[in-house]
Nanobody, 127 residues
């Protein structure tokens, strides 16, 4: 069983920054494709960003493009980050990290294709 855990959420004023971290436990064949998703109150969970298993391909939802940056601390993607800048009140949500052992050169935007999820971390942006 792979354990995924997020950290770094909190309360920030609009225009501010936060960095989320995600750690996935080591697996014998770990080379994860990783993703960030978020769920705002009363809304469905939505894709935010993904990083391919080789770390070379990054993609973002249009709503965060240019403001958020996904990165990895190692070649296995067992530790990733989501740098969030110029935060807006509409970014308020629970942010989830997800991992899949399915290697993908283009990342993965579909949440149904992720096997492992963290419990989420709350990000609140005040206006």
């Amino acid at each position: 069983q792979v354990h995924v855990e997020e950290s770094g959420g909190g309360l920030v004023q609009a225009g501010g920054s936060l960095t989320l971290s995600c750690t996935a436990s080591e697996h014998a064949f770990s080379l994860y494709t990783m993703g960030w998703f978020r769920q705002a109150p009363g809304k469905e969970r939505e894709f935010v960003s993904t990083i391919s298993s080789n770390g070379r391909y990054l993609s973002y939802a249009d709503s965060v493009k240019g403001r958020f940056t996904i990165s990895s601390a190692n070649t296995k993607n067992t530790v990733i980050y989501l740098q969030m800048n110029i935060l807006k009140p509409e970014d308020t949500a629970v942010y989830y990290c997800a991992a899949t052992l399915t290697q993908s050169r283009t990342g993965e935007q579909r949440e149904s294709n992720y096997e492992y999820w963290g419990r989420g971390t709350q990000v609140t942006v005040s206006s």
